[in-house]
């Protein structure tokens, strides 16, 4: 795989213990982020002969889904990080027979596919560039003249309670929590729509819109407990934690999201971007 400079803090990232989180969880993310997914996959017209590509794939929900739109002419290449969502992802493509292939890359350094995409498209894969204008750059140079980018990204941490709770739960019991840093790459480094638009009109791509969107997430309420001590920051510090700590915690956590559980179903809305642009 090659790298670009800076990148290597992510792919550590990825290929610990955040990757396993969205390994082990992946029927439960699948399902809390689907009408993203719908969303990205609807984007694309039925039988369509479109080369394709998914930045940050991950599992590969989103390239199956979309890959399931395309017609026999089209393909859709899922590239991430991370070995293990890698290796999830081609599990679930193995007897699906559908126009899609997955790779570990970064997806700022593919030099030899230049003008080879209808479509750039990626749920929350692109907020961890190193450098955002040049991993956009690499991006529009990627698309054919006139391919499309359609991403989702993040608004800010206030208007996404359900995203930031257990970090404000767990930091006064967990003091090596690491503390985001503004301006790093992150799940919200892009929640600022000037600097999105910056980013990419700095990048070279045209026509850019930045729109709201709110979408409605849920998930079986069994699986909270293991969302909340497995993802983000305090899923990287979980395991490190000593018996009593995690206990306290736990509890903790689970009463301060009851507030987002009803009817055996977790539920909260998504406070996003869906970015949209053309090479
Ligand atoms: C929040 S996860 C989203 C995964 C997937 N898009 C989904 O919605 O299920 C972000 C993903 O982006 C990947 N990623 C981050 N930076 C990347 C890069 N420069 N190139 C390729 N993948 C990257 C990570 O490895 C991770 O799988």
């Not at 795989?1 to 989180?21: C, I, K, L, R, S």
């Not at 029927?27 to 930045?55: C, S, Y």
């Not at 930091?171 to 480094?189: C, D, I, M, T, Y």
């Not at 909260?268 to 971007?273: G, K, P, V």
Request: positive net charge.
């Amino acid at each position: 795989m090659t790298q670009t400079n800076g990148q290597d803090a992510q792919t550590q990232v990825w290929n610990g213990a955040a990757g396993e989180a969205w390994v082990s969880l992946q029927t439960h993310l699948d399902q809390l982020f689907a009408g993203f997914e719908t969303r990205l996959a609807e984007a694309v017209a039925p039988q369509a002969a479109q080369q394709v590509l998914d930045v940050g794939c991950g599992t590969g929900a989103t390239v199956l889904a979309t890959a399931r739109r395309l017609g026999a002419d089209g393909h859709c290449l899922g590239v991430d990080l991370s070995r293990a969502m890698i290796e999830r992802a081609r599990q679930r493509a193995a007897s699906a027979e559908l126009p899609a292939s997955f790779e570990i890359a970064d997806a700022q350094a593919m030099p030899h596919r230049a003008q080879r995409f209808d479509r750039i498209q990626s749920r929350f894969g692109v907020m961890f560039f190193a450098y955002p204008v040049a991993g956009f750059a690499r991006l529009r140079k990627l698309a054919r003249p006139g391919g499309e980018l359609h991403a989702m990204t993040w608004r800010e941490r206030a208007d996404n309670p359900f995203m930031t709770l257990a970090n404000q739960v767990a930091a006064p019991l967990v003091p090596e929590l690491p503390v985001p840093q503004p301006g790093a790459p992150g799940q919200f480094a892009l929640a600022d729509p000037v600097l999105i638009r910056n980013v990419l009109a700095g990048a070279g791509w045209q026509q850019v819109s930045v729109e709201r969107l709110d979408q409605r997430c849920t998930m079986p309420a069994f699986a909270l407990e293991t969302y909340v001590t497995r993802m983000g920051a305090l899923g990287r510090v979980w395991n490190g934690l000593d018996v009593a700590r995690q206990q306290r915690l736990r509890q903790r956590l689970l009463e301060a999201f009851e507030r987002f559980v009803s009817g055996g179903q977790v539920q909260f809305t998504a406070a996003c971007w869906e970015i949209k642009a053309q090479a």
